[in-house]
T-cell receptor, first 115, second 114 residues
């Protein structure tokens, strides 16, 4: 069965510092992997996704993630945090089963950016 | 292009009441989903649909029902509201591309059952 683990339910960084949000997955087949961001009182917005090909994926707002098969990881990074990055971030894996694509979401990491 | 819209934004129900959460999309996507989000739990799939007239249960379907009479609409019904159904509900659609898929989420409905 597929699963997603996000290490750290809360992460705090100073403005301008590196952001690193961790995601590990388990999957018996090559996964499709996603990062979503959720701002307060809003729905989820796609940040980036990995399907096939280049393992370093660039997304919106300066975020990127690297798919490492040997480590079963898909960590999200941003070189320099901005106050506007404060939000909750969800890692997800999808698979095609029972006639549809189903997503398994991690439990989320709330990012706090300190001035 | 409004994408995915959900109504209402907020609702308070008494135990035993019923209500329908509305979800409408204007992107002509076949796949639609209902999730609930509870603090520290991520998103759990309630029901999904692969097209008009076709629905199926997700991880946590108990206490809910859905219908999909058109491509655009995918309402979620709570027949006998219980405090355990206090949550934020998100509707999503999915677009399929070449070897990939991307979900688009509505803004959510925050439901409290007292």
């Amino acid at each position: 069965a597929q699963s997603v683990t996000q290490l750290g339910s809360h992460v705090s960084v100073s403005e301008g510092a590196l952001v690193l949000l961790r995601c590990n997955y388990s999957s018996s087949v090559p996964p499709y992997l996603f990062w979503y961001v959720q701002y307060p009182n809003q729905g989820l917005q796609l940040l980036l996704k990995y399907t096939t090909g280049a393992t370093l994926v660039k997304g919106i707002n300066g975020f990127e993630a690297e798919f490492k098969k040997s480590e079963t990881s898909f960590h999200l990074t941003k070189p320099s945090a901005h106050m506007s990055d404060a939000a909750e971030y969800f890692c997800a894996v999808s698979r095609f089963t029972s006639g549809t694509y189903k997503y398994i979401f991690g439990t989320g990491t709330r990012l706090k950016v300190l001035a | 292009n409004a994408g995915v819209t959900q109504t209402p934004k907020f609702r308070i129900l008494k135990i035993g009441q019923s209500m329908t959460l509305q979800c409408t999309q204007d992107m002509n996507h076949n796949y639609m989903y209902w999730y609930r989000q509870d603090p520290g739990m991520g998103l759990k799939l309630i029901y999904y649909s692969v097209g008009a007239g076709i629905t199926d249960k997700g991880e946590v379907p108990n206490g809910y029902n859905v219908s999909r009479s058109t491509t655009e609409d995918f309402p979620l019904r709570l027949e006998l509201a219980a405090p355990s159904q206090t949550s934020v509900y998100f509707c999503a659609t999915l677009i399929r591309g070449a070897g990939t898929d991307t979900q688009y989420f509505g803004p959510g409905t925050r439901l409290t059952v007292l």
